[in-house]
């Protein structure tokens, strides 16, 4: 058993794999939401590689976004924020009845763009945590961290038992609806195997997705958000990278240009094994309740109410 | 009681209104129903073994059958819930105490086993001294088996349960006494019946008070356990245990259709308990309010825009 909690800096020796120099070093995404253009490239090219089956073809209606989540048959979204802007907007010119894209005012938030409104994009996926709940509660071992630190699902072995599905953080693994097992990104793994890249960070034409060590991310991104800043792009944040959140920071981390909770995304979530410990504390404690109750049931009938007293008096 | 709420409607945004969690894929009734039933299954392993010892035969046989039945009637349940149904025994391949589950099966696997040998031998009088060996581990862990399933919801990033992981085992203990001892009322005769009323009052104040704390204790997070239909679900339950507790303690001793009404009343409150429960954690999972608003506040409490360590 791996740690539950807190910095892990090797997470693959943590899993068993031997010392640092005896497995390939942590890979996974930095998405860069400010260069994304919601083209979807990695939706396709995820589904075409891994063979992912459609999820139904549906319309929202709240933005350009059908595909909605992540889920079994989805394992990369683009989520499309159409936000108004608070800022008020000056009359809008006159319709000449000619057909308009919305705004494609890169600032957004800054500088008001035609209609009100602005857009962000964001290609979503497994953040393929540090500290990664999905794999921790899976009471088959079907879920594994693989050697390059990433964490994925073997078909042979789920049973569907669906307990990954509300552990998760970030609501991304869910049950195929059909088949009854569980399904995520598996970050590529049959790619990473033979030295490829992952199809979606393959496929994006503008290098929001980009694929590589780890570590090596994380520096790249640092340098990112400081020229970002430098521009004055203030809103500018990195998501998932800290390696001291709840989870251990993210295999997959992001830039993002809003408020996590814009996209979807929980904006300080901490993985539930954290409280692993007071929970089968509490859960022992219960049990000797129980049994005392059962003892001092056919003991006495004085005892119970001494019994009680004791057991809620220690349960804080 | 009308609902109310108790704290203003926080402001938070999120992605169209749309759940952060994936809402928990565990079907209704099964996992509710198995909640209950492990509840009933396992305090009833304690309360046979007390029987026994105690030479209470009628209510013995009551406790027996109704550890042995809630166990295999559980197990069916949970392995009818999978979704791969043919492979349960995958549960077996490993062991986990990073998942609930994991243990959960491995207290579960030999309980049934136990239970329905010591009820086996029971009913047939066939090897008393192997049944009521397999008796006295059915007892052992039984109090497990009906405080682990507060653990297989509380570890999860679901609001509702995860936040009322300090309570929620008792809330299932003192609940599956209640049941235990409910139904050993419903079915064995008065005089031998005592025990399981001593057991269901004492089981029903400890539900009631843990259950009472995660009301006090968690503010917005357990408003889902006392609006919409968990609400009414959990108030129903509520008002079944206090009713049955009021009966038991007033005239559970000397009327057996009282008692036995009372007894019943113990089975359902139990029963809604756990489908209240269940359903608010759903609620709480559909709802990003609960996921986004007190992440927030503890950011605030940190005084920093980023993830901090707290605990």
Redesign the interface.
Known sequence: ?GS?W?RLDDVQTDAGYGSPDEHPPRMGFFTDTSVCIGCKACEVACKEWNEVPDDGYLL?G??YDNT??L?ASTWRHV?F?EKPLDVPVEAPPADLGMPSMGPPDPQGAESGGEGGVRWLMSSDVCKHCTHA?CL???????LFRTEYGTVVVQPD???????C???????????REG????FKCTLCYDRLKEGQTPACAQACPTESIQYGELSELRERADRRLTELHDQGVDVA?LYGR?P???VGGDGAFFLLLD?P?????????IV?????G???R??G???????G??????AS?RL?PR??GT??GG?R | MKEQRLVPEPEFESYYGRPILKEPTWKTPDVPLYLFLGGLAGCSAVLAEGAALTDRPDLERVARLAAAGGAAAGTVALIHDLGRPERFLKMLRVFKPTSPLSVGSFILAPFSALSGAAAAAQVTGLLPRLGRVAGSGAALLGPPLATYTAALLANTAVPAWHEAHRELPFVFGGSGAQAAGGLAMLLAPIDQTAPARRMALAGAVVELAAAETILRRHGLVAEPYRTGRPGRLIRLARNCTAVASGITALAGRRSRLLSAVAGATYVAGSLTTRFGIFEAGLASARDPKYTVVPQRERLARQGGGSAKIDG
Not at chain 1, 136 to 142: A, F
């Open positions: 058993m539950l807190g929202t709240m933005s909605q989540e889920g989520a924020v709940a921790d509660v899976c009471p088959t071992g079907s072995i789920c049973n569907g038992c669906g307990y599905v509300p552990a998760c953080p970030y609501g991304v693994i869910d049950l088949d009854g097992r569980a944040r800290d001291d959140d709840g408020e909770e814009v996209y979807g995304l929980p904006p300080d979530p539930t094994t954290r409280d692993l007071s929970l089968w509490h859960v404690a219960a049990a000797a309740t129980v049994a109750l059962g003892v001092a049931s056919f009938r119970v019994l009680l057991a809620l349960r």
